[in-house]
């Protein structure tokens, strides 16, 4: 066992998925989630300040438009087969550090058996021999959005998610939780609850929860008096209160509707790179403060807020597309 390390940890990489299946978007969405993504490599990248990126493209179409909106942005783009973009759930979740490090694949059954995409039942060990190290297959359902840990063998998830019957309906909470003692060296876990309204993850922590520090969660709190999600925030305040982490808030973007249906727009699907972090962005008041509160958090980081409308069209956000490669 080697343990899962924060996202603020270094990275020696991260891996990107690009859109490529326009069926799985909105068809006035897809080309500027396209972009968006491009935009979110890049800044990660940070003029090859950060880290190195790999683009994800899945065929020679998806390749040449990477290329067309990454020249000399130090993004690497890397074809291989790929099914959906969000690498944070197919592609392996890295443990340890330096010789030591593990590529843990664990099953994917598509969120629960809502979406199956040619690419996604094998990205995860094609992902870990690219990057050559020991693979471990593991035989039961973990998406890496649906953790988040602080490092010091503290993590968080909902029950929602890893407690619904159509990923591990065999496994008890006891035994989630001791797997991913013996799996990611998580010795403590928080359980929050429900997950944001509309998200099609059943509730993945990483829209949700995050931890900025060792022991300290920042959480949203509910922004106007028609928020969705506000007894879901008020819930995960008490849980963590009572845990006994501390806690750092900011609002949430509020009530964000498409096509007439609540979407999980979310600050907490930011991501924690070597030199910025990016986080979302969606035209509203709340979106100073995300990146304010972020720089506050992490004052040793560049805050870059992107648009990420377009990208949520398919799903997810920044977070969700990426997953980092620890050093």
Request: contains cysteine; negative net charge.
């Amino acid at each position: 066992m080697t343990r899962m390390q924060p996202e603020w940890a270094r990275h020696e990489r991260v891996w990107i998925g690009f859109p490529h299946d326009r069926d799985e978007w909105p068809e006035a969405d897809f080309d500027t989630a396209r972009r968006q993504i491009a935009a979110f490599a890049a800044a990660v990248a940070d003029g090859g300040r950060g880290e190195p990126v790999d683009l994800i493209v899945n065929d020679a179409e998806s390749e040449a438009a990477a290329r067309a909106l990454l020249a000399d942005s130090h993004v690497a783009i890397r074809r291989m087969a790929l099914g959906d973009v969000w690498l944070r759930d197919t592609a392996p979740i890295i443990s340890g550090g330096g010789a030591a490090r593990t590529a843990n694949d664990f099953a994917f059954n598509g969120w629960g058996g809502k979406f199956a995409m040619a690419g996604d039942e094998d990205i995860g060990q094609r992902l870990a021999a690219a990057v050559g190290f020991d693979r471990i297959a593991h035989d039961w359902v973990l998406e890496g959005g649906a953790i988040d840990v602080d490092g010091s063998g503290l993590g968080v998830t909902t029950e929602q998610c890893l407690r619904n019957p159509n990923r591990n309906a065999q496994l008890t909470r006891h035994d989630i939780e001791q797997r991913l003692r013996d799996t990611l060296g998580i010795t403590s876990l928080l359980w929050l609850g429900d997950g944001l309204e509309g998200d099609h993850t059943d509730g993945h922590v990483d829209n949700l929860a995050r931890f900025v520090g060792k022991r300290l969660l920042l959480l949203p709190i509910p922004n106007g008096a028609d928020d969705p999600n506000a007894q879901v925030y008020s819930d995960a305040r008490v849980r963590a209160d009572q845990f006994g982490v501390e806690v750092v808030t900011m609002p949430s973007p509020g009530r964000i509707v498409v096509e007439g249906e609540v979407v999980p727009a979310s600050y907490m699907n930011f991501y924690i790179g070597n030199s910025v972090v990016v986080v979302p962005q969606y035209g509203v008041g709340a979106d100073g403060i995300a990146t304010d509160t972020l720089a506050e958090l992490f004052p040793d980081r560049r805050i870059i807020g992107l648009p990420s409308n377009a990208i949520l069209g398919g799903g997810g956000s920044f977070h969700c597309c990426s997953q980092q490669v620890p050093e």
